[in-house]
């Protein structure tokens, strides 16, 4: 059975930061792309940022350089480390691994960036 598990989520005030973990099992971990994504109220959720099984990262945008992911693969975890936090950054955030067929999704973390 596979399941992922986001930790560290919560209230934040602007120009925080705030570490996400993703706790992974079920699942052969280091052959797999990881993701985090994130849905605002009212809007699609959307790629914040992935990291191949290789370590490649790609980032959205709009967290270019504020926010960064890492793999750990002896421990089956992932992280996003978020620095210079804005309110529109506020979403539930959901860890993702993907290697086809499968593609597995976390739970969500709330995460609220406001003053």
């Known amino acids: 059975q596979v399941q992922l598990v986001e930790s560290g989520g919560g209230l934040v005030q602007p120009g925080g930061s705030l570490r996400l973990s993703c706790a992974a099992s079920?699942?052969?971990?280091?052959?797999?792309?990881m993701g985090w994504y994130r849905q605002a109220p009212g809007k699609q959720r959307e790629l914040v940022a992935r990291i191949t099984s290789g370590g490649i990262t790609n980032y959205a945008a709009s967290v270019k350089g504020r926010f960064t992911i890492s793999r750990e693969n002896a421990k089956k975890m992932i992280y996003l480390q978020m620095n210079n936090l804005k309110p529109e950054d506020t979403a539930v955030y959901y860890c993702?691994?993907?290697?086809?067929?499968?593609?597995?999704w976390g739970q969500g973390t709330q995460v609220t960036v406001s003053s």
């Open positions: 993702n691994g993907a290697r086809s067929p499968g593609n597995y």
């Open positions: 079920g699942i052969t971990f280091s052959i797999y792309a």
